[in-house]
């Protein structure tokens, strides 16, 4: 079975850049779709971005487009997050997802990601 864990989130000024690591042990990410997600305090879990089993289509949520980028390291079973230009608004606890049935679409749903890892915090703030 898919095991997920996320490290990097870290208090960070705004303007600054993290990158967020998720490590994946039990089974190789290459057979996966791929996602992060956040949640805020007092707010609904959201999407963030996700990535096809096969490694060619990438999605953004409109709120990170062009600052976030979602990577992968096959040989290191590890998937990435490189957050820049932080905001304060980017405060969350963030998760890293996976699925081999998971379709990756606009909005990046949740819906079909069996596979959680237990997040790492992600504050933005002076």
């Known amino acids: 079975q898919l095991q997920l864990v996320e490290s990097g989130g870290a208090l960070v000024q705004p303007g600054g850049s993290l990158r967020l690591s998720c490590v994946a042990s039990g089974s190789t990410l290459d057979y996966y779709a791929i996602g992060w997600f956040r949640q805020a305090p007092g707010k609904e879990r959201e999407g963030v971005s996700c990535?096809?089993?096969?490694?060619?289509?990438?999605i953004y949520a409109d709120s990170v487009k062009g600052r976030f980028t979602l990577s992968r390291d096959i040989a290191k079973n590890t998937v990435y997050l490189h957050m820049n230009s932080l905001k304060p608004e980017d405060t969350a606890v963030y998760y890293c997802a996976a699925d081999q049935y998971y379709i990756c679409s606009d909005g990046v749903s949740d819906y079909g990601m069996d596979y959680w890892g237990k997040g790492t915090l992600v504050t933005v703030s002076s």
């Open positions: 990535m096809t089993s096969s490694g060619g289509y990438t």
